[in-house]
T-cell receptor, first 115, second 115 residues
Framework: DARVTQTPRHKVTEMGQEVTMRCQPI?????VFWYRQTMMQGLELLAY????????DSGMPKDRFSAEMPDATLATLKIQPSEPRDSAVYFC?????????????FGPGTRLTVL | AQKITQTQPGMFVQEKEAVTLDCTYD???????LFWYKQPSSGEMIFLIY??????QNATEGRYSLNFQKARKSANLVISASQLGDSAMYFC????????????FGAGTRLFVKA
């Protein structure tokens, strides 16, 4: 049963600390997305990759956020330094561009709390 | 610019009855896809149904159907024979083809199914 995995599932950290979230997309998927979900803003697209190349990261605060795909099996989202307003659930999703419905399969999310 | 609007923050439905969740969209893309996702209290995002803008028939998946009215730019989700387990947050989403694989989400509708 293929699924997207994310680690850690929960993270509590103090303001100013670095946070790294990891995502393993479904094997064979060529597109990876990072979303942030908050009560106030809903689901926001932060960045997405196709064939490991960043296509759009306009939704991401550039001064503190960075997203990479070191290889096809790993995507990372890093926040440095973290701030309380970064507290949210961060979802990773993967998909296969060219599939009929282009469905995105979501991971379980990382719940981040910045104190 | 693309936009998704879900005007119903919350909805109540009696168990075993049908319910319609509204979604309107705006896009200048001639080709696009529309999605519905379910997010139960556990937090995961579950894909429900997809409608392509050029599909001739409305999409159906079990108890879910999508009432697609292209001229009105609406893509309402109909859930038939509601079950208690349908209580969740429901998100409408759209992917425009000129935006690559980028997907935007509506604010969501919380559905409560009453016994």
């Amino acid at each position: 049963d293929a699924r997207v995995t994310q680690t850690p599932r929960h993270k509590v950290t103090e303001m100013g600390q670095e946070v790294t979230m990891r995502c393993q997309p479904i094997l064979g998927h060529n597109t990876v997305f990072w979303y942030r979900q908050t009560m106030m803003q809903g689901l926001e697209l932060l960045a997405y990759f196709r064939n490991r190349a960043p296509l759009d990261d306009s939704g991401m605060p550039k001064d503190r956020f960075s997203a990479e795909m070191p290889d096809a099996t790993l995507a990372t989202l890093k926040i440095q330094p973290s701030e309380p307003r970064d507290s949210a659930v961060y979802f990773c999703a993967s998909g296969l561009q060219g599939a009929y419905n282009n469905e995105q399969f979501f991971g379980p999310g990382t719940r981040l709390t910045v104190l | 610019a693309q936009k998704i609007t879900q005007t119903q923050p919350g909805m109540f439905v009696q168990e075993k009855e049908a319910v319609t969740l509204d979604c309107t969209y705006d896009t200048s893309d001639p080709s696009y896809g529309l999605f519905w996702y379910k997010q139960p209290s556990s937090g995961e995002m579950i894909f429900l149904i997809y409608q392509g803008s050029y599909d001739q028939q409305n999409a159906t998946e079990g108890r879910y159907s999508l009432n697609f009215q292209k001229a009105r730019k609406s893509a309402n989700l109909v859930i038939s024979a509601s079950q208690l387990g349908d209580s969740a947050m429901y998100f409408c989403a759209m992917r425009g083809n000129t935006g690559g694989f980028k997907t935007i989400f509506g604010a969501g509708t919380r559905l409560f199914v009453k016994a």
